[in-house]
């Protein structure tokens, strides 16, 4: 990203007039991670603008198509087209990396075929280390937000999860962990509402995808046509939460338009090219700190995330950091996400326990950020509801997975 289109793009975020998603998705494949981001940060940016950047996670999204016929002749595994009825060349859909097409297996199974466009690595790659050196500028004028913000940390987890995106076979290793996972846990925290489509390994490679046709609306769509309802998104948070605190291996990209919901409540999680791993430590603390305040409880809350400092805090520090977050906690539980962004507390939470000697490198951020998705979900659809609160009887079953009263140990 050069400086020219790095300055278009921030006028986009701060600009007056309305956000031009057309123009983002010209400035290249970062501009359109960034702005997925950006769309989960109303403590950054206005709630509007996030609300029309979120238009980036559609699966139709208007990126130019590329000739379907020469990518297959130049990518697809030997032999390809001799297990289809039929394949549309023409792509139905067109995201950032990829183009999609409908197709018919010769035994009359219905398909997408995903395949992977120009070679956007080089010029991804080229365009992080770009924006690296410009952060680090930024860094050496303004060092506390190395600790607090974390931006090269945030940008080298996008660099991660989005190299991983452009190799298929990610995709692939991805449902089958997220699937070995779940089994692995179902005697104790059964999840009969997550579903994954069914992909064909044999006639698949790093740049050709064979998936299973799923029709259903994308979370993006149920929000835009009001057909998620909050019992819904609650159980979307418990099959999620179970990954991200339970087992510490979760989607790390689930945004809106990465799952889809049938009319009977299954979600059906698809690109999975990006999983993400959460240290225990990291994982503990968040989940520590989510189940005692939607408890009320807020002095073991703070002494949770506390797990996260090398060293605990004493004497002015540790009062410091009680003072701070007393007060950004009062009267939160019980507040309705309109009211307080749960993105926006996160943000100010971070930066009191930074303060304080906690660490939220590289590998909190995926949590974090799943949170956000969360965050964003809940202030398009249900803005008037209180998320934390709403949380407890789930974050009570996850207590099966963690155990709090030892993570309060861990902190004393």
Request: net charge negative.
């Amino acid at each position: 990203m050069k400086l020219r289109t790095f300055l278009a793009f921030f006028r986009q975020l701060k600009g007056k007039k309305p956000v031009d998603i057309d123009a983002i998705q010209s400035m290249g494949l970062l501009a359109v991670k960034l702005g997925q981001i950006f769309a989960l940060r109303p403590d950054l940016i206005e709630p509007e603008r996030c609300i029309e950047l979120q238009q980036l996670y559609s699966r139709a999204a208007t990126i130019p198509e590329e000739n379907s016929q020469q990518l297959l002749d130049k990518f697809a595994p030997d032999g390809f087209m001799e297990h289809f009825q039929s394949l549309d060349m023409k792509p139905f859909a067109a995201a950032s990396i990829g183009q999609i097409h409908r197709g018919v297996l010769n035994d009359g199974t219905n398909v997408v075929v995903k395949i992977i466009k120009s070679d956007f690595e080089a010029a991804f790659k080229r365009d992080v280390q770009r924006m690296k050196r410009w952060i680090r500028m930024g860094l050496f004028f303004r060092p506390k937000l190395r600790k607090v913000g974390n931006p090269i940390g945030l940008l080298a987890h996008i660099e991660d999860y989005t190299l991983r995106e452009l190799n298929l076979l990610n995709e692939i290793d991805g449902r089958k962990q997220l699937m070995e996972n779940a089994v692995s846990i179902e005697e104790h925290f059964d999840m009969p509402k997550l579903k994954f489509p069914k992909m064909w390994e044999n006639i698949s490679n790093q740049r050709v995808l064979v998936m299973e046709e799923i029709t259903y609306p994308t979370l993006e769509k149920h929000l835009e046509a009001g057909t998620l309802t909050w019992p819904d998104m609650l159980e979307l948070f418990r099959i999620h939460g179970a990954f991200m605190f339970g087992l510490g291996t979760f989607h790390g990209d689930l945004h809106p338009g990465n799952a889809m919901m049938d009319d009977q409540g299954n979600f059906y999680f698809i690109d999975t090219g990006a999983i993400c791993n959460a240290p225990e430590h990291v994982r503990n603390a968040l989940f520590g700190f989510f189940y005692f305040l939607a408890k009320g409880e807020l002095q073991h809350a703070f002494d949770a995330m506390l797990t996260m400092a090398a060293v605990r805090p004493t004497g002015k520090t540790l009062r410091t950091y009680y003072d701070s977050m007393n007060e950004l906690y009062d009267g939160f539980v019980g507040t309705s996400v309109s009211e307080v962004s749960l993105t926006e507390q996160m943000m100010k939470t971070v930066k009191a326990a930074v303060l304080a000697g906690c660490a939220f490198g590289e590998e909190a951020f995926p949590i974090i950020r799943s949170l956000m998705y969360m965050d964003g979900m809940v202030l398009k659809g249900h803005p008037h509801v209180d998320l934390i609160s709403s949380m407890g009887p789930y974050l009570d079953e996850f207590s099966v997975l963690i155990d709090p009263e030892t993570i309060l140990a861990n902190a004393r």
